[in-house]
């Protein structure tokens, strides 16, 4: 391996611009190229912003139950590995320094779904404690993940794009032409008249991985599941603490520190069923609330094995790093930090082969 590759990430989202991170640490030279105006406003813009260990299970598998448990105990190592990782990064950007609340809440509809989802839980070696309180859950009956975090993951993006550039990494935005073309020695990518040529090239696309793949040839097995969030200010009254996921509906009410966001669900062609739920679930609040400032829909890149795809394709030099389902902000760094000792160091996973 040469002492200072040149990297070309495809992407630069929550995976993209952690995977290019990781690999600057090493001493590699990337270039990131982002078909939007800006990093992170793709899948990252509007998540609920849980950083959840807790969540792990994959959503909307076909799998046997067996596969289930496999991919789940598989992701679950990551994020926590992952957590800790972006505990040190979040520290050193400055951010979400006046949160002091950790941990998150998952409401149900009663005391022994709670219950019998705890014991779940416990069976995965995931602690969680029944809470039913006014404010933090709203009066309902929840399960308090306290080793979960959250904050904001598109001021995250926002704040490492700069740290990137700043250290040098070469972005090139409002790239929507980008064409790969396979050679003997890997991989060009043409774009505006230009060729760039690598050392390696990472599709880090999210949902959009796929189709880049499309156009060299390879069928990533991957599933686009739709999700809604819909922004709001901030109300003036007293809110819960941290994040508030409804076990029901795969949604999720997050308070951050100039507005309230709602998002999730899975299935819906709209967001009227999202504020549907939540008008159920948190009344008062939502007769607080002045007219929406956003309402935004991006696609989850779900893979079809129920853990993220990260590693080398069939072709020479082309990696991949994508498939992170709903856990995206929790697996970034976990899954940048392996991506780089894979190429820098020669480490294999066949646990997170990529499927095509």
């Known amino acids: 391996m040469i002492s200072s590759p040149h990297i070309l990430i495809i992407g630069a989202g929550l995976i993209g611009l952690s995977t290019a991170d990781r690999l600057m640490l090493r001493g590699a030279k990337v270039t990131l190229i ?63 320094q006046k949160k002091t609340i950790s941990g998150c809440y998952k409401i149900y509809p009663n005391m022994d779904m709670a219950r019998h989802a705890q014991g ?36 995250y993006c926002t704040a490492l794009a700069a740290d990137l550039h700043e250290r040098g990494a070469t972005f090139i935005y409002d790239a929507t ?4 073309r396979q ?41 686009k599941l739709r999700g809604f969030s819909v922004n709001f200010d901030r109300p003036n009254i007293e809110l819960p603490p941290a994040p508030l996921m409804d076990a029901t509906s795969h949604s999720a009410m997050t308070i951050f520190d100039d507005h309230i966001r709602f998002s999730g669900t899975v299935g819906q062609d709209s967001a009227r069923p999202l504020l549907r739920r ?12 002045k007219p929406a400032t956003e309402i935004w ?28 389902g709903h856990m995206g902000w929790t697996l970034s760094a976990g899954s940048a930090d392996l991506m780089s000792r894979m190429i820098m160091d020669g480490e294999t996973d066949e646990r997170f082969a990529v499927v095509t």
């Open 34 to 96: 982002e078909a939007r105006s800006e990093a992170g406003k793709g899948t990252s813009y509007s998540n609920s912003g849980m950083i959840h260990p807790s969540q792990a299970r994959p959503w909307a598998f076909k799998g046997s139950q067996e596969e289930a448990d496999t991919a789940f105990k598989v992701v679950h190592d990551m994020a926590e590995k992952s957590k800790h990782i972006l505990e040190e990064k979040i520290t050193s950007l400055g951010l979400f």
């Open 120 to 155: 779940l839980y416990a069976n995965d070696g995931i602690m969680s404690r029944v809470v039913m309180d006014v404010t933090a859950t709203l009066g309902h009956v929840a399960l308090h993940f306290e080793d979960d975090m959250w904050g904001n993951a598109h001021s």
């Open 177 to 180: 032409n980008a064409r790969m």
């Open 183 to 223: 050679d003997d020695d890997g991989v060009t990518v043409g774009l505006a008249g230009h060729v760039f040529k690598a050392d390696h090239v990472i599709i880090c696309a999210g949902p959009q991985s796929g189709d880049v793949l499309a156009g060299l040839g390879l069928n990533l097995f991957i599933d």
């Open 278 to 289: 939540w008008y159920e679930l948190a009344p008062d609040i939502m007769a607080a609330l």
């Open 297 to 324: 829909s991006g696609l989850r890149p779900m893979s079809k094995v129920g853990r993220p795809y990260i590693g080398p394709t069939s072709i020479k030099k082309l990696w991949v790093n994508t498939g992170h």
